[in-house]
């Protein structure tokens, strides 16, 4: 069945450090391929996708390009900030979208 | 305005209790799901329901059970509560509509059982 491996954490790391959180994937098909955040005390917040080989994914910074070759997703940024700090979560979806599969979340740290 | 909304923000209750979670959308979505979220912040889904149907329900003991009285809505009733129950259990929907099936998710429902 589909899933979803993701680095484990935490990460911490220094105010304007790069950050990379790897994820790789199993799946049949082509699935869409998700970032998700989770700030302390809230839900799940969408933070960037890609439907397709060779997408790039974008928001606030964060990239993330979706690599059929290496069946990946590494989600990346070049200079975090305090406020970056949560748990982030990689997932899938097949085509038909109910079955989302994510991954055990990557607790990030940002020190001052 | 909320898109997903869960009700209680908070639960906390006895052994053996039973006690419900309700969730609502306001997006038109088509699909609503549950997950649990335990201390590890692992997340699991637990049951999805698209037009009233049961599309998928991942091993979940039968005291758990959901409840959608209409697109809008999918309450989550437990039976029973077990020490083990505890956790963060969220609420989501999606559209049938896009291609890329976004999850949108509530804020969550802290669930403490003594």
């Known amino acids: 069945g589909n899933s979803v491996t993701q680095m484990e954490g935490p990460v911490t790391l220094s105010e304007e450090a790069f950050l990379t959180i790897n994820c790789t994937y199993t799946?049949?098909?082509?699935?869409?391929l998700f970032w998700y955040v989770q700030y302390p005390g809230e839900g799940l917040q969408l933070l960037l996708k890609a439907t397709k080989a060779d997408d790039k994914g974008s928001n606030k910074g964060f990239e993330a390009t979706y690599r059929k070759e290496t069946t990946s997703f590494h989600l990346e940024k070049g200079s975090v900030q305090v406020s970056d700090s949560a748990v982030y979560f990689c997932a899938l979806s097949d085509l038909r979208g109910s079955d989302m599969r994510f991954g055990a979340g990557t607790r990030l740290t940002v020190k001052p | 305005d909320t898109a997903v909304s869960q009700t209680p923000k908070y639960l906390v209750t006895q052994m053996g209790n039973d006690k419900s979670i309700k969730c609502e959308q306001n997006l038109g979505h088509d699909t609503m799901y549950w997950y649990k979220q335990d201390s590890k912040k692992f997340l699991k889904i637990m049951f999805s329901?698209?037009?009233?149907?049961?599309?998928i329900n991942e091993t979940v003991p039968n005291r758990f059970s959901p409840k959608s009285p209409d697109k809008a809505h999918l309450n989550l009733h437990i039976n029973s509560l077990e020490l083990g129950d505890s956790a963060v259990y969220f609420c989501?929907?999606?559209?049938?509509?896009?291609?890329?099936?976004?999850?949108?998710f509530g804020p969550g429902t802290r669930l403490t059982v003594l």
């Open positions: 799946a049949t098909g082509y699935p869409s």
């Open positions: 989501a929907s999606s559209s049938d509509q896009t291609s890329y099936n976004e999850q949108f």
């Open positions: 329901y698209n037009n009233k149907e049961l599309i």
